[in-house]
């Protein structure tokens, strides 16, 4: 709509043309400032605790506030990545009670008792876990972006001790590494298998 015709685009998003009609402007009209004060209006916050490898961690967090964010904000475990922030990518995969999850895709309020289990509680007593090591030995991760995959395959030689490859291709298959280290993981969890099985 022109302005020649008296009413200008910023009268409409101001909401002034409602006020000289006297009638309350729709949501979407309301003047920027109202609009930006209705948005920074703080979130519910919540007392929680996660347990996260094996340690409880008591933590304020908002209702919106994913399981990554909390793990690499107010918990400091920054080895947990974020990088689509939209469950695409796996990059963010963490365990809950072993079973690995994409951590951008969980709010940390509906965490409840499940044990958290990050890249940095995989080692145990400074030992580090067979996959992790074998990670090192194979070259597989490049830029050590996607940690996610080594829990994701930690998790499988976990329920199977010997799996084929194709159980390993199956395991990472939702994880997108930008490096392209896939054979090096591949041949890196068949060797932490052995390694473990002793
Ligand atoms: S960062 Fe969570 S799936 Fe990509
Ligand atoms: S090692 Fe770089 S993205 Fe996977």
Known sequence: MGSDEGLSRRDLLSGSVYAALGTGAPNWALP????????????????????VNGVDRPLK???????????????????????????AC?????????TPVCSCMTFAVEVGPREVTTIEGLAKDD??????????????????????????VAALIARNPDPTAEDVERAISGHVCRCGSYPHVVAATLAAAKTRKG
């Open 32 to 51: 920027a400032a109202a609009a930006e004060a209705e948005t920074s209006k703080p979130a519910s916050a919540h007392d929680i605790v996660l347990r």
């Open 61 to 87: 967090v908002e209702s919106r506030m994913t399981l990554a964010e909390a793990l690499r904000g107010p918990l400091g475990l920054t080895g947990t990545k974020i990088a689509c922030n939209r469950g």
């Open 90 to 98: 796996s990059a963010c995969t963490v365990w809950l009670d072993g």
């Open 127 to 152: 030992v580090l876990h067979p996959v992790q090591q074998a990670f090192i030995e194979h070259d597989a991760m490049q830029c050590g972006f996607c940690t996610g995959m080594a829990l994701s």
